[in-house]
């Protein structure tokens, strides 16, 4: 997954630091005022800003209309109930102290974002495949596919979208944030070596390419022919 973090405080660039040690992706927005730019342009998994930012350069209604489905968690400097209360009425999913721990912080911001696909656990199962999402590892029985980081991620988004569309600008946006992009034809080798990796369960799973469009994964249900996709 790939999360926005505010760094206009040193707690939040801790944790920059922290979430990407952990393997998660991390678009850094060092300055408060590009905060919305970021929001509208990329394709995160979570939004975290300070307190301090709302107002100042941004509010919880902008960031809400950017990505009205994309969980946002602030940390504030010892919240009273009701400044608490205001911001989740606000739009805010989640307010935290500033002080909480960071491995905390870190299991909370993701199991915040895991549970807005719908996803309760830290592993899921996406047709014949097991994800641990923790460790970023795939599972295919007792086999673990052997994914570099990059394709890990192109598979874990298709699997938390099944059936739904992403276009090449989307998977490119998450692997790579705001990056150098690769070559489209890297890009293409991607994806072949995901799907050579995924050729033994291929009547359960595929990845297709809509011509034109982008990328979607098909997950057929258990004893159907008709490439139900599982929900």
Not at 73 to 85: G, S
Not at 90 to 107: K, N, T
Request: with cysteine.
């Amino acid at each position: 997954m790939r999360y926005l973090v505010a760094e206009t405080t040193w707690k939040l660039m801790g944790l920059s630091q922290a979430l990407a040690e952990s393997g998660t992706l991390v678009t850094r927005c060092d300055q408060g005022e590009d905060i919305d730019a970021f929001q509208s342009t990329g394709e995160h998994d979570l939004v975290v800003l300070d307190a301090g930012a709302l107002g100042k350069h941004t509010t919880l209604a902008r960031l809400r209309d950017a990505r009205p489905a994309q969980p946002v968690c602030v940390l504030a400097r010892q919240p009273d109930h009701r400044k608490v209360a205001e911001m989740l009425n606000a739009g805010a999913d989640m307010v935290l102290p500033e002080d909480i721990p960071l491995p905390e912080l870190v299991a909370r911001l993701h199991a915040l974002s895991r549970r807005a696909h719908g996803v309760a656990l830290g592993e899921m199962d996406c047709g014949p495949l097991r994800f641990d999402l923790e460790s970023r590892r795939v599972h295919l029985e007792d086999v673990t596919l052997s994914l570099s980081p990059k394709l890990y991620e192109i598979l874990e988004f298709l699997a938390l979208r099944p059936g739904r569309l992403a276009t090449r600008e989307q998977l490119l946006n998450h692997v790579y944030g705001f990056e150098n992009e690769p070559a489209p034809r890297v890009f293409d080798v991607y994806l072949c070596n995901l799907r050579t990796q995924l050729a033994n369960v291929a009547g359960a799973l595929t990845i297709e390419t809509v011509r034109g469009s982008g990328y979607r994964m098909m997950v057929r249900e258990a004893g159907t022919a008709d490439g139900s996709i599982a929900a």
